[in-house]
């Protein structure tokens, strides 16, 4: 496991994540800590994250997100070489939607 984002400062931020208990929690914490185009980042990257791990193709996320192929291949490199962060969310929402 990559240890590169290990650091006591983080903790707090990570921990803070951990606490939200509901979307309405969660989505007032971001738009206090996130400018909007930091939040449409993110939200760009899972969603490209989604359509790799669902096996779409380039050509197709680009035109339905409008990120760039730089974008992409970048999301594409941690769903390869990560640590497995995007799959435990996306199994996680997978379990919860199909219970």
Do not use: W
Not at 81 to 93: C, M, S, T
């Amino acid at each position: 496991m990559s240890n590169k984002f290990d650091d006591k400062s983080l903790d707090l931020l990570y921990n803070a994540v951990l606490n939200l208990n509901t979307y309405e929690d969660c989505k007032s914490f971001f738009e206090d800590l996130c400018t909007i185009p930091e939040i449409k980042a993110m939200s760009q990257r899972l969603t490209v994250a989604k359509m790799l791990h669902d096996k779409c193709v380039y050509s197709e996320i680009v035109a339905q997100t409008g990120a760039s192929t730089a974008t992409i291949s970048r999301v594409n490199r941690s769903l390869l070489y990560g640590n497995n962060g995007y799959e435990k969310v996306f199994d996680k929402l997978n379990k919860k939607n199909a219970g």
